[in-house]
């Protein structure tokens, strides 16, 4: 089945999708992309957590408001190379790629640390990892000679959370206290595509979908999930006259 991108109905999205090409010649996509983040992150659930957790988007999100991958992940890269983007592995799957502002990373990581033992050395971290770091994980060579850490630190920082071990000798960047958001997120994911799903055709139009009352298992904005599930390619995006139809795509093991 042939699986296209989104074909986002709403003004907004349409926009974004017809700048990006363009963009990629001229230079200016950085501030599109950025643009999109930040609308995604307006749809993130602060409040489910506490407001403990930064607004977290999956990079794969962007792909449901803009054509190019390579454009979006071009300037994801820059972005992250300019120390205002971070990137984290998920573990769930090895292509969702969760994206965080730094400056909202700092400020929540450090608002956990307060008043511990290991502030000080997540400080460090912060401030060796922020202006330029774009490293999905870090081996202990880097970890001992370029950022200068010790071996009772780098215990430190897997304690804080800001770290987690991928291998013996290795870490993946994290961020604090996100399991309960990859369980919630992999909940809502399932859920809503089986919406589609159990739809007639397997089709629901993208309005109606939006319209739905979220459920126990759907605890973010169903936006939130429908820009998920398009970006993933686990629906296909079918223009009518009525509008935007997403239809279930058969075979995917989400």
């Known amino acids: ?49 506490n407001d403990s957790l ?15 991958k390579t454009c979006v992940d071009k300037q994801v890269n820059e972005l992250r190379e300019n120390g ?14 969760a994206l965080v502002f730094a400056e909202d990373y700092s400020a929540r990581v450090l608002q956990g640390e307060a008043g511990r033992g290991t502030l000080a050395t997540v400080e460090k971290f912060l401030s060796k990892l922020i202006p330029s770091c774009s490293d999905l994980s870090f081996n202990k060579e880097k970890m001992l000679k370029e950022f200068l850490f010790k071996d009772s630190e780098i ?5 804080s959370g800001v770290l987690t071990v991928r291998d013996a000798g290795s870490w993946w960047l994290s961020i604090p206290n996100s399991g309960k958001f990859i369980k919630y997120f992999i909940k809502g994911r399932k859920a809503v595509l089986g919406m589609v799903k159990k739809s007639k055709y397997g089709e629901i139009l993208k309005t109606e979908l939006e319209a739905r009352r979220t459920t126990a298992q759907v605890k973010f904005q169903m936006k939130y999930h429908i820009h ?27």
């Open 228 to 254: 998920d599930i398009i970006g993933a390619e686990l629906v296909e995006c079918i223009q009518t006259t009525s509008g935007t139809l997403l239809r279930y795509v058969d075979g995917n093991n989400n």
């Open 54 to 68: 930064p607004p977290v988007v999956l990079k794969h999100q962007l792909y449901s408001l803009h054509d190019d």
């Open 84 to 97: 205002e983007l971070l990137m984290f592995q998920l573990g769930f799957d090895s292509e969702a790629f």
């Open 1 to 49: 089945m042939n699986r296209k991108r989104a074909l986002i109905a709403d003004t907004f999205c349409l926009s974004k999708r017809r700048r990006c090409a363009s963009d990629c010649v001229t230079g200016d996509s950085q501030a599109d992309i950025r643009s999109s983040l930040q609308y995604l992150m307006t749809l993130f659930s602060r409040k489910l957590f």
């Open 155 to 159: 215990t430190q920082l897997v304690k």
